[in-house]
């Protein structure tokens, strides 16, 4: 069988810290028998000859720009066979000002409530909240989340607009409170896929620091979809 080929791509804003994030998994690949290929910036999405040997990216660009022509070479990789996946900002806040890479992913982040007003002190604790990631019934038996329990985070809990075409795995629900305009609770996908041609996508959620990453749940989805994602042999 030959090695499959895994390729990170990150940059964007620093404050999700795409290095040492992606560092955190690039062992899990190489010990999976990925040969992995890391790129600073999504200008190889371009590169159709390129793309075309790729398997399974691993994105880690949070907000930053994308050409049209890198849009297009990351899209035709997917629907061609190439597996998508990524965590929090790196995945689900990249690109905004694309509609179209909105329409790959299905789903883009909208926000992160954050503590009562009196409570905040300018830092990014403000928008740290204790919160619970559910698994659905869809995720309980599903290969990148069977066996896991809904776990709580103390961390960002990201709001998500979405469509239909994501088949949602585990959710989170934000609130209603004296200080937020809306009335009544709200529940986000937190971990979801999408089958685009013969791609397959896997969006994580949680992941704003390294602490996240490296809980027990929250590694393992991201390891866990990292497999799943990857090239099937029917897209070979």
């Not at 297009?72 to 509609?99: E, K, M, N, P, Q």
């Not at 986000?188 to 602490?211: E, F, K, N, Q, Y």
Request: with cysteine; proline share 5%; aromatic share 8%.
């Amino acid at each position: 069988m030959a090695q499959r080929r895994a390729l990170v791509v990150r940059g964007g804003w620093e404050g999700h810290q795409p290095v040492k994030a992606t560092e955190l998994f690039i062992p899990f690949l190489e010990s999976s028998d990925y040969a992995v290929r890391v790129e600073g910036s999504t200008e190889i999405y371009a590169d159709a000859a390129e793309m075309a040997d790729i398997d399974l990216v691993v994105q880690c660009v949070t907000m930053s720009q994308i050409t049209a022509e890198q849009l297009a070479g990351l899209s035709a990789a997917v629907v061609a066979g190439t597996g998508f996946t990524g965590w929090h900002g790196g995945i689900a806040d990249s690109f905004r000002a694309s509609s179209d890479y909105l329409h790959l992913v299905g789903g883009q982040f909208a926000t992160h409530p954050g503590k009562e007003p009196c409570e905040r002190h300018g830092g990014p604790e403000d928008n740290f909240l204790p919160h619970t990631v559910n698994i659905t019934e869809l995720g309980r038996t599903h290969p990148i989340t069977a066996g896991i329990e809904d776990f709580d985070l103390v961390t960002e809990q990201y709001w998500v607009l979405h469509d239909d075409l994501i088949d949602v795995l585990a959710t989170t629900t934000h609130p209603t409170q004296a200080w937020h305009p809306w009335h009544r609770p709200v529940t986000s996908p937190a971990i979801w896929t999408r089958l685009w041609g013969a791609g397959r996508i896997v969006v994580t959620t949680p992941g704003h620091s390294l602490d996240v990453l490296e809980h027990a749940s929250v590694r393992t989805v991201i390891e866990r979809g990292m497999l799943w994602a990857t090239r099937t042999a029917s897209a070979s």
